[in-house]
């Protein structure tokens, strides 16, 4: 194994985000399933967005919002996804490459338009949301750049890829680069309603050490195991795969391995405004501590630092340099 | 005079805002001048897009703001402004109209992309503007309907459209329908530095009764008079109109009549988070006040409420019930 170019490379639904506050009848009213990722057709989204009131608009995307927050803890980090070169398009590049994060992925000239998620934001700061994924469903393995993933200490995908056909051909291929270099790949899980329509395939990754690393919520593990009981979850997924963390939102996360659990305590808040990326900025502090070689508490630490950050404003993006504030709160950078 | 269809109607530039918080090195870098608003061209577009970091993205505009905030009050509204037809100005038109304000101005088809304000947001709150006015331009007399300015009890102009020639008389000519239904012509200077393109254009305007109600800033108004001294400034100004508001900022604001000067203090706030909008959503408490027959001191505290809650949060419209927070602190609505 040679040394890292990069330390984290993230692949992801490239999605920009329409976000708006709203209240719980909207959501009855829309027949939607709160705090889910709902896909929707170009139909449903005209729709959705004709019902929504005025909104604010920032790049999203869950391995996106991941890797933006790798970039503002002063990491190096790469982002693999597919928009179109449309007006949305090249705010979404622009946003993603001044964050610091290298973006090669070429832009669609033709097909549908840059994936857009129509996100409903609660008063109780949960988000709901309704992802149109345009331009993000022709992600395909020619875009993977081999040199770019061997050359990077962490390969970060999410559940999400496997929505769009290709993009599932995509991810394992970047999977299959990343083990012959020797480096780590890690995958969210992103949704429980996800894992229900995957979940014998993301079991199937685990088990065959396709994954080294995974990143869940409580939904989605109760979801992965079909069980209303975390513990017995958490058991099980010791089984699967040697190395995860469980989100648990105000709870803190639960970091297990063969030999070892730790639990980590959430970071407190003034006031939760919008949850969107709250684990996307988790697992981008997590992972900056994994690279830098911190204990699984500090990457913890650094996880519920970064969702700290991101829960008390709107949208997924960190608004602030995460390094400056990892340091203000004594934590390793 | 016949009772008014809408309460108030709004004519400016439509701007879309691409806001991002940075450093006052920057500023200082780029050689922009903190707090005004600049006209920049597309290539200096470009060139402080690619130097700036990741964005958020929210409708602007500054008679679009208090629009929309007198929308928010639960009063009837019409904006008047120019987008392009591109996905840009279609997230604009979203806006705009599901803020429940009445915008039937045609979008331009061909000709310049909908315009952009590169806002800057310092660490103190300050907004620093870069617009680059795109279709806004091309607001020409014909898109002013005649029956909607004659139907709107307060007509209400923003001095920026003194920068676009054919704007400029889509101005002078919404007056003049105003003025010959016996409605009411209000008119915001915008900025000091606009003040200082227009002033002389601006004091015949108010000298001319073209304009029944002025809103500045103390910059604005010293601008206006060439002077350091406000109350100086002040007095003058009554001279030259019968009626003003001049805001000040954390000191509240003055309205000032030929017989009455009142002094209304500013709302308390938590934290400064943006300034972008403020002015505008002053204008859009006070406004609505009028057209609810409010005193001028519950009218500046309806402008001081609007006002407080866009600066608590990034970009320049409303995120919550005007109506909903008036009731809550018991204020007439």
Known sequence: MTTAKYDVLGIGN???DILVQTDDAFLANQGMAKGAMQLIDETRAASIYSAMGPATQVSGGSAANTIVGV???????VYVGKVKDDQVGRLYSHDIRTANVTFTTPAATDGPA????Y?????????TMNTYLGAAQNLRPDDIDAEQVAASSITYLEGYLWDPAEAKNAFVKASEIAHGAKRTVALTLSDSFCVGRYR??????MRKNTIDLIFANE?????LYQS?????????????????VVTR????CVVVTKDKVTAVPAFPINKLVDTTGAGDLFAAGFLFGLVRGTSHEDAGRLGALAAAEVIQHVGARPQTSLKDLAQKHGLPV
């Open 71 to 77: 970039a503002a803890f002063g990491a190096s980090a």
């Open 119 to 127: 996100i409903l934001i609660t008063p109780d700061g949960e988000r």
């Open 200 to 205: 014998d395939e993301f079991l199937s990754l």
């Open 114 to 117: 840059t994936g857009c998620s």
């Open 249 to 252: 939102s105000e709870k803190g």
């Open 228 to 244: 209303s009981d975390v513990d017995a979850a958490l058991t099980q997924l010791r089984n699967d795969i040697g190395f995860a």
């Open 219 to 223: 939904a989605e593990l109760l979801s």
């Open 14 to 16: 490239a999605i920009f």
